[in-house]
């Protein structure tokens, strides 16, 4: 391998990639403030004990995990586990309902393929404390809000609820409920042949094959999918709750104004610690990338870690995903974006001081935001510099104009150029 | 152990705390930006190899690797070399002089102490492909700024030049010479006894102890200490380089309006990629914490990766330390930040959709701030809720006042409460 290679399945942007990316995050910091949410910073690093209590699933393979000294640690591999975590260790000095937002990366040793990243961005919000199916919708409504700020392609929302298919697999007294769980997950990516044998393979019978097979097909008018509950007639109480919470639930995304969601039978989420409300969503017209915001709620995660039971609900933005689609479609050329782009040029060792003076009030007394170029350098080799880095203004310090108080700015995309005072320069901001 | 310990060296702050915390590491890359950095996020896990390459000193025993499958991995111990890595990959696709900043995690398992994390948040600046003492002391401006504008104790910045004690240590023609920097550089911790003595172990004759000595104990007035080297009269080209950069870097900082700053010659940070300038620096009055921000030129360190050889001069803010030394020193009560603090309460289902339309036009359209509260709530509930979380202002819909398109305001500061038309309360804005 060559000396400085970045191991498999890490990603790194580009200079200019990397502006659009931390536009996106910042965009997302700002309307999770925006709607009250507050930030937390857990810690990356963990005992493994805590990360895996409740993963479940396929997390205990896919984590990174180490031994120091005589500690079994983990990096995170989602920002929810170690928020449960702290929650569970601060909730005396935190007011409830908390609503928290945290930005941050987390690790999977995943096989890297499209879309999965060993190195991943997520951007959650969590309330806790609280088990509202008004704030369920609130959060919908701001991550909807986000991606239209962002000018991005519409989110359609696909929601279920974890309690119909337990109540119902309860009813129908199945042993192995994690197993059906984990194939019902797996409908979309299977063909139909495969996952009715994969059902058959649990000695499911032919008849409730049939039931589970309408549920999580029925992807109809939001009324259609109720009515096929109803008509189910399952009285198990657990499924007669996820129900009530879902039909609750699309009151709110109506009040919402949420603007495009499903109910989806067929979404239970991997991880385990989901206990209600769960929803996957996607861009439209992007649908084969999949899912870009996800999540649920999880009343039992909390209570994990300690006896006082914590409920919760949680939203959390894949950005390093949902960037990947966005470079990978060359979205960033329709995407509204532009930054201050302003360079300034020392032309001359004589007045330096003079020179320098007159830069530093441009930046601190002014507020004009500029790159100042390191060296004193040539009108030429300014001009390639300039050019080569899609400034938009230059800026330029000669000795005659610093002794006249004056500079020579130029318009890069024009070519204009002409004398200014100092005065004009900051005024013009 | 309780079950939801954090592993001991790792910190995670107070949700009031993070918020601060947040405040700081926005104005930081606000003025990082404002002054023409542009940003990079490289990869938290590289190859072993990568990051051990050039390090040095003790990082390879508290640095955390592992092993994932074949590989040799570890997460990196600072930004400056996963930096270097990136842009030795991608140098031919980056206009230089390049101007980069990185906000982000490092992570060294040391042995914990006050001032030192096993995570902790950097925020670094720094220009590559550029070797000029203007860029060095821009730099050092960008900080004072940044200090300034928080409102913290004026920064002091100790300097030297690695090429000095080089060239002394070649003039004496020194084997050890990395074992001698050292001690040098422990010349802070230990007491001047056991600091020569340490200088005798390694065989290192008396006459020359005495002149390290009164190099590194120099701490006058620039001027005093520029005599000192002169009157050295070492003609090692090293040497008279270092001296030459330090004199000219000392007529920058002063172009610059750095306020504070001495010639310190026993900083000689731990890193051996340093090559030229490099700096440490204290809060005036806090000095006993240590460094806050510390940097240094490194000019070999993207040809470590590659043939064609990169000069950089870095600094970085120890985001992580220098809140640690404010949270202890109580400083955020002096610390001009508030923040919005806005709460919106539903007090009746009763025309709930119209209450609800109303909130989202407040929120939408009109660009009001608030956090919703959760549930259909009493107002005294709602006062307790609002008086815990320390809100300015409280906001409530009631069943009239949501069909007169009016709500009740209340100023929790003031206790003043009235009746607002819905436009009113958006036109305060």
Redesign the interface.
Known sequence: ?P?????SG??????DE??K??HILRTIQDEY???????????????S??LL?KAGGEMDKEI???Q?GS?D?S?RFDLTVPMA??I???HR???M????YQIG?S?R?EKPQKGRY??LYQADID?LG?N?R??EA?ML?IIQ?IFTILDLPEITFRISNRKILSGLLEEYKIQDQAGVLRIIDKYEKLSKTDWLQALRDLQIEEKFIDTLYNFVSAKGEVQEVFNLLQDQNCQHPLYLDGLKELQELVQYLE???IRKYKIDLSIVRGQDYYTGTVFESNLEGLEAYGSVCSGGRYDNLVG???DTPITGFGASIGVSRLFGILREEDWFKAMNYSEPK??VFILSEEN??QT??TI?EL??EYGV????????VSFKKALQ?AN??NYTEAIFFGSDEAKAGEVLVKNMQTGEQGILLLEDLGERE
């Open positions: 391998m000396k400085h290679q970045l191991p890490f990603i790194e942007y580009s200079l990397q502006v990316f931390n403030e925006f709607a009250g949410f507050t930030p937390l910073e857990a810690a990356s690093i963990q005992y004990e805590v209590a990174y995990r180490f120091k500690r640690l990096l975590r702290y569970a260790e601060h000095d935190i007011a309902p908390a609503k928290i990366k690790w040793a060993r190195e309330i609280n509202s008004l704030a609130e409504s809000n009040l919402f104004e994990n870690y300690i302003r360079v330096l001081p320098m003076q530093i930046r601190d935001a500029f790159d100042l170029y390191p060296e004193i510099y080569r880095k």
